[in-house]
């Protein structure tokens, strides 16, 4: 069910009117379902019950980088959600909205030392690892503070996930992860470390997968080291399999997360059953945009409709420096007026007032609207706001949450005295 719908013709968030929300906190605006959340979150978790998985045979870490406002951390956190960090500013996020350190996996292939220190300093469940000189680097940062460092390697299990090529990252020739070739000597090196334990093992191959057959077959892969790994007495207790869950933007049938999880549990108890018998296993997920991305919209208004030669354009308050994907990936959202006219549709490009031709929304839509209206840009919960710039002096945009028919502000608007506060004339 949408939380987005809409009710007297006027678009609700909840049942909330949208005109309501622009009036009270002004335009633009990201606007989150907390039911929404709720519900994506708990697709995960009931499935995890479903299959007899307690918190000691299942993790949901979720993806924070897509959206890391503090109110959906501390809804999640106590949703009983680990996290998946990838920056020292991310496990910041985390713990100031309360989340625990003992559910935090660390990725990134670039973590640097003050990073790792911060990381360890608070005991966090685990480094997701994407090179060797990583390896000597947390060893060594581990040892200066008589730690030990647990640790999963980020293995590139060279399945194509079939999407768009800046999202897709478990091929042979991106930056992330160790090759396949190479995680048995690579785990090798990590368990000859004094100050590294090797818990686990992850890969993350790509991001708005519909179909979850690649992932399967990543999991295949991972189970063939792990096998490989024990031959060699080197025990693994957790399989991370990443994110990558995609959404429907337009018309897209992504598989129910219900599913997934279930074929994911049966290939591990499949495989336990033969050869493992007793010997536990942990599965860890990562998931972002499959909880977030449907739980968000962002709220605009028309400022000027404008009637080139060859097109209309809807010129709007948002921008390619708040929601930039469709700027650097050509991502489709759906664009919903808030008010349904009764008036004749015309084609429009919708885009934003920066100084770029880049800076569009939306292409080629049929809306009914007139100057002032509000726009819902829909799907945007997930990589909108934690994209963002501030791009031509630009404040970001507010953010609230909306939970039944009260509206909670979760970060407000900036001002452009904000924007320039750590800056400072010559003398
Ligand atoms: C971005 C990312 C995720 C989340 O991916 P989604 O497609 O949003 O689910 C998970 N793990 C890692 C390592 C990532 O970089």
Known sequence: MSHFSYQDGVL???????????????SPTYIYSKAALVENFSSYADACKKHGRTDDTALVCYSVKSNSNLAVLQLLGKLGSG??????????????AGGSPRKVIFSGVGKSREEMQLALSHDILCFNVESIPELHRLNEVAGEMGKRASVSLRVNPNVDAKTHPYISTGLKDNKFGVAYEDA?????????????????????????????APLLEAVDKLIELIDALAAEGIVIHHLDIGGGIGINYDNDKPVAVGDYLARVFAKVDAWRAKNHAGAPIKVLFEPGRSIVGN???????????????????????????????PAMYEAWHG????????????????????????????????????????????????????MSSNYNTRGRAAEVMVDGATVHLIRKRELASDLFALETLLP
């Open 12 to 26: 609700c968030a909840e049942h909330t009117p949208l005109t309501q929300i622009a009036r009270q906190f002004g």
């Open 295 to 325: 739980a968000g919209i962002l709220l605009t208004e028309v400022q000027y409709i404008k009637h080139g030669e060859t097109k209309n354009f809807a010129i709007v308050d948002a921008a390619m420096n708040d929601l930039m994907r």
């Open 83 to 96: 996290f998946d960090i990838v920056s020292g500013g991310e496990l910041l996020r985390v713990l100031a």
């Open 184 to 212: 048995l000597t690579t785990y090798r090196v990590a368990s000859a470390l004094p100050n590294i334990s090797v818990v686990g093992i992850d890969c993350h191959i790509g991001s708005q997968l519909l179909d979850d």
């Open 335 to 386: 664009v919903q007026p808030v008010l349904q006219r009764h008036v004749a549709a015309q084609t429009y490009d919708v885009v934003g007032p920066v100084c770029e031709s880049g800076d569009w929304l939306a292409r080629s839509r049929e809306l009914a609207i007139q100057e002032g209206d509000l726009l819902a840009i829909m799907s945007a919960g997930a990589y909108g706001m934690t």
